[in-house]
């Protein structure tokens, strides 16, 4: 079944060093940093939610670092525009549990939500340097997605939610990074979430290939991890580029 992708903006952060998104490539550059609902939408209409974007704009600048939210971004207003009701939803596949990317679970209230157990596993205890990220117990946080741990489905590996709709099990950014591999009219896309926040970390950049980003649980992975797409996916659409908006749905609307 094909299905088309719409990336919903639900805020950004400015400033972001690219030499952190790109290890260490554009040393002194600078970019804004979007937060993407995705919504794949297949040819009965019914929708697939993969990750549900920050918390509000002023526990993210207090908490974390700085971040800019319109009201036309606020995610309830920004996915009623792309034309989703979010009590409709049945499925959201959480990439992982970083808290850019599981924000707002709270508004899909019938969902199901999908993410990898050793994601769960990590968030509750990762190493100090990366606790900031998970919103980790250990700095007093308590995680939003424990709220709807009861409507959690468990996934260890590569999972087919559909026929035309995998995921793809990609470790290295953290333990359970998953991607979304969506069947499309113009090729099978790899929705790749953090492993691959810009597009030349899959384009490559400098003297490499493919560039991982600075932020990652195990580079060995990382690495593998990018073979895994290739083998997988004829485009990747990257997590937190402005680039992606160019183009207001995947394949473009005219293409099916």
Not at 78 to 105: E, F, W
């Amino acid at each position: 079944m094909r299905s088309q992708i719409v990336p919903v903006r639900v805020g950004r952060a400015p400033g972001i060093r690219r030499a952190d998104l790109l290890w260490g490539q554009h040393p002194g550059d600078t970019v804004d940093s979007p937060h993407i609902i995705w919504v794949v939408r297949d040819e009965r209409g019914d929708v697939t939610v993969l990750d549900t974007g920050s918390p509000d704009a002023e526990w993210v600048t207090r908490h974390h670092r700085p971040f800019e939210r319109t009201a036309e971004e606020e995610p309830a207003a920004a996915l009623a525009a792309a034309g989703v009701d979010p009590a409709a939803v049945r499925t959201v596949v959480l990439s992982h549990l970083h808290y850019d990317h599981c924000g707002n679970n709270h508004l899909f209230p019938n969902a199901e939500f999908v993410v990898q157990r050793s994601e769960v596993a990590y968030a509750v205890a990762p190493y100090p340097v990366h606790q900031a990220a998970y919103e980790a117990p250990a700095l007093g946080f308590t995680p939003r997605w424990l709220a709807t741990m009861d409507r959690t489905r468990l996934i260890e590996g590569d999972v087919t939610l559909r026929p035309g709709l995998r995921l793809l099990h990609i470790p290295g950014h953290t333990p359970g990074m998953t991607a979304m591999v969506v069947d499309t009219a113009a090729g099978r896309y790899a929705l790749a979430g953090d492993h691959c926040a810009q597009f030349e970390n899959w384009r490559g950049a400098g003297p490499y290939r493919v560039v991982p980003s600075r932020t990652h649980v195990n580079l060995a992975d990382y690495y593998r991890s990018f073979d895994r797409l290739a083998e997988h996916a004829d485009v990747v659409l990257p997590g937190h580029d402005m680039r992606v908006f160019d183009q207001a749905s995947y394949p473009a609307a005219d293409r099916g």
